[in-house]
Every structure is written in structure tokens, then in C-alpha cells.
């Protein structure tokens, strides 16, 4: 695996680090990117029901492009805390129409929001280039194969159990440093497998499987995970643990600025692509931390 001392040094700014994903590769550590959010879910926890309807979501998907998205995660399978699962044959219904839909309509790359195989790959064909995995391939046994046949990237998410029950493995002894080994190990399984390091991103899992604190712990040692020698993905929008920062009363949808807080620290302690919701808000405030992460001198 790669190693590289500089990729995570701080203070910043951020060595650069190549993403490949099927015929198109990235070099991340200059501009810390957007992944904006598509979520076609009746219910997921700031969004859901809201873009079920397909053009719904296809109008959605291409005003997060013209705020300034640089990519777009269409998922079908809530995952909040305690959510239920959902078939693989309710999420394609789902997700399928939106991802061609989108792929006619704009030209930044669209990832998936899966930890079924089945789901990945059908949403491979019809126009999607990286797979977003919350289970970091630990759930389905057949995704290794899905990303080496089909030349996908694939964010590699630290999660433990499922969204059902994950809030009830937050202990750790070495939190940062076991989400690096758990990354390490994965890293080298899929090398063994045949997917080069290349192909991922990886994203500590801000809000799953960890405490309001823990989440805080995390976003501030990113830099730690970059070391590995790949980009870092961190997804803090909206989410609870910047509910219990700001005063009683304010919703998951005026979160904004708690997230824009979170997105600002992200990229300063050394997210490269930061997964958002409000994408508008957070180009513009990326404007200005990456100013100050660059600035020479």
C-alpha cells in the first residue's frame, strides 16, 4: 500500500492523491470537493419523501450541479439510526430511473449509495461510476467482484453493524487508530482481490456506529486518514451530533450553519470531497477555507 507521510501533514495544505473511477481519474488535495445528495427515500432523516417522485429528483440533481456539486449520490436505502432494511428490488425501482435520468442530463459523475451488489452493478449500467458503500464491502461478499469487473471507484465507509443497530457498538479503545487499521486491512483485501488502492476513497463514517463526541474526534483527525496515502470523504451534513451542539428547537433542515461549521472544519483538517445536502451554502463557504488551507507563506 502506499504510504504517504506527507498526504495527511499538518498543517495543511494536502499532498495531491489519485482517484481512479471506471475511464476517469481525479487528483484531490487542491480543491476540497462537494458530493451532493439524492436521496430517493421515503425515509431518510432530512429529506426523505421529498424526491420520490423521478423528475422530483432529476430537477434536484441538476440544481445541486449548477450550485456547484462535483459529483451526485443517488441512494435508495435509508440509512439513518435505527432504519429498516429495504429489498434489493425496491431500491433499484428507486434508484435506476434517476440515475439514467441524470445521465442524460448532467455530465459530473453520479455514485451509489449501496451495500447490495446487486443494486451496484445494475446502477453501474445505466450510468453510475463509483460505489458508495456504507458497510466498507463487509456486507455483501459479491462487491469486491462488482468493482473489479466493472472498473468502478467505491468510497469505503467505517461502519459497524447495520443502520438498525450500529448506535450500539460505539465503544472504542483507539478510536482513530482502529478505524486506520480497519482501512489498512480492507485496503490490502482488495489489493489481494485485484482492485488497486487507486480506486478509493476513504470515509471514516461520521455518524455511524460512534458518539456525538466521537464524531467531533473523527473530523478533527482526518488528516490522520489521509495518511494512508488516500483521499478522505467526510459526511457530516445535517446530521445529530450538530443537533446536540446548537440550542433545543432547531430542526434537521436548519441545521445549515451547524453544517456549514462542520464542512469548514472537514476541509481544514483534511476532507478532500465532503458529502452535503445544502450545496449552494457550502461552495461558497469552501471558497473561503480552502483559501486559508493554501494560502502560501
Sequence with gaps: ??????????????????????????????KTLLLGIVNVTPDS??????????????????KLVAAGAAMLDVGGESTR??????????????????????RQRVALPISIDTSKAAVAKAAIAAGAVVINDISGLHRDPDMMAVLRETGAGCVLMHMRGTPATMQQFTHYTDL?????????????????AG????????????????????????????????????????????????????????????????????????????ADIIRVHDVAEMAQLLVVADAVRNVAG
Excluded at 439510526?81 to 441524470?102: C, M, T
Design 81 to 102: 439510526p435505527g432504519a429498516a432494511p429495504v429489498s434489493a428490488e425496491a431500491e433499484l425501482e428507486r434508484v435506476l430511473p434517476v440515475i439514467r435520468g441524470l
Design 195 to 270: 482492485v488497486p488502492e487507486e480506486r478509493f476513497l476513504l470515509d471514516p463514517g461520521i455518524g455511524f456506529s460512534k458518539t456525538a463526541e466521537q464524531n467531533l474526534v473523527l473530523i478533527r483527525d482526518l488528516w490522520r486518514f489521509r495518511q494512508l496515502g488516500r483521499p478522505v470523504l467526510a459526511g457530516p451534513s445535517r446530521k445529530s451530533f450538530i443537533g446536540k451542539l446548537l440550542p433545543p428547537g432547531v430542526s434537521v433542515r436548519e441545521r445549515v450553519w451547524g453544517t456549514a461549521g462542520a464542512v469548514a472544519a472537514c476541509a481544514l483538517c483534511g
Design 176 to 192: 482513530t487508530g482502529e478505524i486506520r487499521a480497519y482501512f489498512r486491512d480492507t485496503l490490502r483485501a482488495a489489493a489481494v
Design 1 to 30: 500500500m502506499q504510504q504517504a507521510a506527507d498526504a495527511g501533514a499538518w498543517p495543511l495544505p494536502r499532498a495531491p492523491l489519485l482517484f481512479r473511477f471506471r475511464d476517469q481519474e481525479w487528483t484531490l488535495g487542491g
Design 45 to 62: 432523516f432530512s429529506d426523505g419523501g421529498e424526491f420520490l417522485v423521478v423528475e422530483a429528483a432529476l430537477e434536484h440533481g441538476e
